[in-house]
């Protein structure tokens, strides 16, 4: 088992900044990959970046040149710093984890976070 909590969810304005952090504890000794997701209401939730053991990135378009994911394995953390928000990027953010290399279903994530709001007000 792998358990996932999430912090650095708030209430920013456009243009502002957040970090969003993911610790992972439980059977996180062999390789894995981590990722974040988004998801509102009535939408299905969906890719918005990922990191690889290796530290290969991926993103999705929506954030590509004002986001970045990163991992700390020795603390078994990913980072998601989200610079110039937009009122569009309002969302419940979940952290996922998943033996392996990165993929991008969100189906294909065995474990996720309790998920945290992020609000971004015009």
């Known amino acids: 088992q792998v358990q996932l909590v999430e912090s650095g969810g708030g209430l920013v304005q456009a243009g502002d900044s957040l970090r969003l952090s993911c610790a992972a504890s439980?059977?996180?000794?062999?390789?894995?990959?981590m990722g974040w997701f988004r998801q509102t209401p009535g939408k299905e939730r969906e890719f918005v970046a990922a990191?690889?053991?290796?530290?290969?990135?991926y993103y999705a378009d929506s954030v590509k040149g004002r986001w970045t994911i990163s991992r700390d394995n020795a603390k078994n953390t990913v980072y998601l710093q989200m610079n110039s928000l937009k009122p569009e990027d309002t969302a419940v953010y979940y952290c996922a984890f998943r033996y392996m290399g990165v993929v991008l279903a969100p189906t294909e994530y065995g474990y996720w976070g309790q998920g945290t709001q992020v609000t971004v007000s015009s």
């Open positions: 439980g059977r996180t000794f062999s390789s894995y990959s």
């Open positions: 990191v690889s053991w290796s530290g290969t990135t």
